[in-house]
T-cell receptor, first 114, second 111 residues
Framework: ETGVTQTPRHLVMGMTNKKSLKCEQH?????MYWYKQSAKKPLELMFV???????ENNSVPSRFSPECPNSSHLFLHLHTLQPEDSALYLC?????????????FGEGSRLTVL | EDQVTQSPEALRLQEGESSSLNCSYT??????LFWYRQDPGKGPEFLFT???AGEEKEKERLKATLTKKESFLHITAPKPEDSATYLC????????????FGRGTSLIVHP
């Protein structure tokens, strides 16, 4: 596989469920990102990992918990979400977070919270 | 605070009808400006990077230009397959290098 792969592509969960989103990149990059995309809003940065270390946490509620076990994998653990958290969650990677703004995105995980 | 404003919000064109999308920005020192294309239900796909005023980049029917305050994405003789949302992002030269995105322009090209 090549590029950035996200699973699952679609997820429906209740407010009391716990689920996880997974992202894997095959580009040899050192930085990985989680973005939230809601209708009519700009892409909203959530978290950045550079060489497995979290370098940005954009005031994200604690019901979202990221995990980056290595430079190729990124997870977003979800628990006790709210309906307003329904959105497209995009994972991206880049060579590193300090040099380039050229991001490579996955196809996203469409999350619906009931 | 870095700001990126894209206009128009939506644009409908007939096939072959050339037009331009605008991205105006406010940033304390521009490191780079980026254009992305996003198809429905998919992640954004990188198109161009522009670094300095006067720079231009081309790819098929798309040409991106940059001034000190804004960037244009010119679409020449568009085809229906050019229909997508086009996103602009800017990267500042100081502080965090994480790009700031605009809301995008939704382009529909009718056959």
């Amino acid at each position: 596989e090549t590029g950035v792969t996200q699973t699952p592509r679609h997820l429906v969960m209740g407010m009391t469920n716990k689920k996880s989103l997974k992202c894997e990149q095959h580009l040899g990059h050192n930085a990985m990102y989680w973005y939230k995309q809601s209708a009519k809003k700009p892409l909203e940065l959530m978290f950045v990992y550079n060489f497995k270390e979290q370098t940005e946490n954009n005031s994200v509620p604690s019901r979202f918990s990221p995990e980056c076990p290595n430079s190729s994998h990124l997870f977003l653990h979800l628990h006790t979400l709210q309906p307003e958290d329904s959105a497209l969650y995009l994972c991206a990677s880049s060579q590193d977070s300090g040099s380039t703004g050229e991001l490579f995105f996955g196809e996203g995980s469409r999350l619906t919270v009931l | 605070e870095d700001q990126v404003t894209q206009s128009p919000e939506a644009l409908r064109l007939q096939e072959g009808e050339s037009s331009s999308l605008n991205c105006s920005y406010t940033v304390s020192g521009l490191r780079g400006l980026f254009w992305y294309r996003q198809d429905p239900g998919k992640g954004p796909e990188f198109l161009f990077t522009l670094y300095s005023a006067g720079e231009e980049k081309e790819k098929e029917r798309l040409k991106a230009t940059l001034t000190k305050k804004e960037s244009f994405l010119h679409i020449t003789a568009p085809k229906p397959e050019d229909s997508a949302t086009y996103l602009c992002a800017v990267q500042a030269s100081g502080g965090s290098y994480i790009p700031t995105f605009g809301r995008g322009t939704s382009l529909i090209v009718h056959p």
